[in-house]
């Protein structure tokens, strides 16, 4: 139940990749061929780009977030109440300007 399985369309090893690895590929085995390029992984960004921790965002950050979608849900919703009322004036006024 706890056994590790490999994933199929894994594009990189979890382990990481030392840029100083040596990039021969060898063409007359298919098997190895296929092996080499999932050794190689030349767009692996773990090759590129530096390792950098992971940081969560603040609670801090988290409170103005939530801050702020409250206050662009509410602006949303008067916006359109407003909107729904200035409608429902004028054809308030269309209907009594026809009756009269």
Do not use: C, H
């Amino acid at each position: 139940m706890n056994d590790r399985e490999t994933d199929p369309k894994l594009t990189a090893p979890l382990e990481a990749i030392q840029p100083s690895e040596s990039l021969s590929i060898d063409s007359d085995d298919l098997g190895s061929d296929l092996q080499s390029r999932r050794q190689l992984n030349l767009n692996d960004p773990r090759r590129i780009l530096p390792p950098r921790p992971y940081k969560g965002s603040s609670l801090w950050r988290k409170l103005v977030a939530l801050l702020g979608l409250g206050a662009f849900s509410v602006l949303g919703g008067l916006a359109i109440t407003l909107i729904v009322g200035l409608l429902a004036i004028v054809a308030a006024l269309i209907l009594q300007a026809a009756i009269s």
